[in-house]
Each structure stands twice: as structure tokens, then as C-alpha cells.
């Protein structure tokens, strides 16, 4: 689903891309969007954090938990997305950024979310 989705949105700029299963590609490069590149894992900790959290606002955990997961794949979109053509532009680059930048730049925005989700808890009732 995110290569069909993330190939819909290249295809509004390039409509010579494909996606095939797991596969975005091309008539000059492709790339497969493998486990651990789905923005899985950062969804996983970014929900553990939110259900860790010591708070009683039960809706506004599954809220959090909804827009965070959200904004977490969205961000990965925008990762494949400029990955793919990164890569159709400099191998080492794509590799660089595949490898160091986008995973550092995942792991802030759970970071961020989850940050922007703390501030925005309802205060703490007087009789708790």
C-alpha cells in the first residue's frame, strides 16, 4: 500500500512510474520499499510511548495515537518519495540518505510527535 500510494503521488510530477507490489520504479530506476523502510517500526515506538505515558486522558491517547501515526507515515511518504528520485540522481547519495539521514530524520519526528502530544494533555484534574 505505500508503494501503491507513494507511486499515485509521484505520478501527479511523472506519470512513467509504476508501482508493483512492494516496487516503485521507472524505465531508469526503482526502488523496493522493504520491512524496516515502511515507517513500521517508528509507528511501534511511537505508540509504546504514547500508551507508556503516565496519563488517565484515555481519548486523548488514542487521538495522539491516530494523528501521530498518521504524521509518522506521512513523513515516510515524503521519504520514499525524495529517496526515489535521490537515487535516480547519485547511488551514493541515495545510499547515504537511505541509510544515515532518513533514519535519523524518522526517529526526531516520533521524537517531535510525541513531544507536541505531551503539551497538548489536558491538565491533570484536581481530584487526581
Excluded at 500500500?1 to 526503482?30: E, H
Excluded at 481519548?59 to 518519495?81: M, S
Excluded at 535516480?88 to 537511505?98: E, I, K, L, P, R
Aim: proline share 4%; with cysteine; charged share 10%.
Amino acid at each position: 500500500m505505500i508503494a501503491a500510494t507513494s507511486a499515485l503521488l509521484i505520478q501527479l510530477f511523472d506519470n512513467q512510474v509504476l508501482a508493483n507490489g512492494v516496487i516503485i520504479q521507472n524505465a531508469n530506476f526503482g526502488v523496493a520499499i522493504r520491512p524496516g523502510c515502511n515507517g513500521v517500526e517508528a509507528a511501534i515506538i511511537f505508540t509504546a510511548a504514547i500508551f507508556a505515558y503516565p496519563t488517565h486522558a484515555w481519548r486523548h491517547k488514542l487521538l495522539g495515537f491516530v494523528i501521530g501515526v498518521f504524521t509518522i507515515q506521512a513523513l515516510n511518504l515524503i521519504r520514499i518519495i525524495s529517496l526515489f528520485y535521490l537515487g535516480q540522481w547519485n547511488q551514493t547519495a541515495f545510499d547515504w540518505a537511505h541509510h544515515y539521514i532518513w533514519e535519523v530524520l524518522i526517529m526526531l519526528d516520533v521524537l517531535m510527535v510525541f513531544l507536541i502530544w505531551i503539551r497538548t494533555l489536558p491538565p491533570k484534574p484536581a481530584n487526581a
